[in-house]
Nanobody
Framework: QVQLEESGGGSVQTGGSLSLSCVAS?????MGWFRQAPGKEREAVAG???????EYADSVKSRFRISRDNAKNTLFLQMSSLKPEDTGVYYC??????????????????WGQGTQVTVSS
């Protein structure tokens, strides 16, 4: 069982920046960020392999940057040029699923509790 604990998030105005972190109790091959807005399904934001290969949802490309520190089992998400539509609960995910892209929910078995990100206009 992998436990995940997110930190960061908060409230910011349009165009601002925020950073999220997630500490995992064990290593997994893939780690990712997903988000869920009120009344909507959980959607992928970005994922990263242990080797550092990154994948992003089209909606966040060029604005968000995912990274990980394998020595510390820590995942990061740097968010910039934030928009109101980026508002939601952001979840850290970890897993070893084979045959799925890193922004496919099916790759992940473990999920954090989530942290709120609110972008106001």
């Amino acid at each position: 069982q992998v436990q995940l604990e997110e930190s960061g998030g908060g409230s910011v105005q349009t165009g601002g920046s925020l950073s999220l972190s997630c500490v995992a109790s064990h290593k997994t091959s893939a780690m990712g960020w997903f988000r869920q807005a009120p009344g909507k399904e959980r959607e992928a934001v970005a994922g990263i392999s242990m080797a550092g290969t990154e994948e992003y949802a089209d909606s966040v490309k060029s604005r968000f940057r995912i990274s990980r520190d394998n020595a510390k089992n820590t995942l990061f998400l740097q968010m910039s040029s934030l928009k109101p539509e980026d508002t939601g609960v952001y979840y850290c995910a970890a897993g070893d699923g084979v045959g799925y892209s890193m922004i496919d929910k099916r790759k992940y078995d473990y999920w954090g509790q989530g942290t709120q990100v609110t972008v106001s206009s």
